[in-house]
């Protein structure tokens, strides 16, 4: 198993290993990492690919707030060598539930510009455009049989892929 993480101004690789100190050690990479900036996942998954010598399984872990037809072409150079593919979208309760009373500043977590609105007005609608576009990335993913799965922040991402090998496990399918 290898390792990518694809800050904007720092990607950090670790090469693909076996033994279990390898694993620790991609363990411990994964707790020591802190979200910040922005990340394009489809210009990540572009020169990881290049390094894949042999097809296994492809784990991404985002907030998918980029342009999505970027993102399923460069998914696609993975379905198409025989890559099982898994996303774990996830997004922080704010994101989902546009929170806040009355005039609210909500600042971009990956840009430096804000809003300045009344939440509770804008509130149904965003949340109705939210959900609309879930539904979109998720129907995307099914038709590509690529595994889709929803969290949010304060979900370990240990216990994200905890889920998803029980799952594929109950099904008896193969994790890979």
């Known amino acids: 198993a290898g390792l990518m993480i694809g800050a904007a ?13 390898h694993l620790r050690r991609l363990l411990v990479t994964l707790e020591r990492v802190q979200p910040a900036g922005t990340t394009h ?20 872990i985002s907030d998918l707030i980029e342009e999505p037809d970027a993102l399923f072409e460069a998914l696609a150079m993975y379905s198409h060598r025989g890559w099982r593919i898994l996303i774990f979208h996830v997004l922080t309760e704010e994101e989902l539930l546009l929170p806040g009373t009355g005039p609210t500043r909500y600042l971009d977590p990956e840009g430096p510009d804000y809003l300045d609105v009344e939440p509770e007005a ?7 455009e939210v959900r609309g576009w879930l539904r979109a990335l998720e129907n995307q993913c099914k038709a590509r049989r690529i595994h889709y799965a929803r969290a949010t922040t304060v979900t370990p991402y240990d216990h994200m892929l905890e889920r998803f090998l029980t ?4 099904q008896g399918l193969r994790v890979y």
Do not use: E, H, K, N
């Not at 670790?14 to 279990?20: L, S």
């Not at 804008?122 to 109705?128: D, E, H, I, N």
């Open 122 to 128: 804008l509130r149904a609608t965003y949340q109705a």
């Open 167 to 170: 799952c594929r496990t109950q």
């Open 9 to 21: 101004d720092t990607p950090l690789c670790v090469p693909c290993g076996r033994a279990i100190p």
């Open 41 to 60: 996942v489809a210009a990540t998954l572009r020169p990881l690919f290049a390094m894949a010598r042999r097809r296994g399984l492809l784990v991404v």
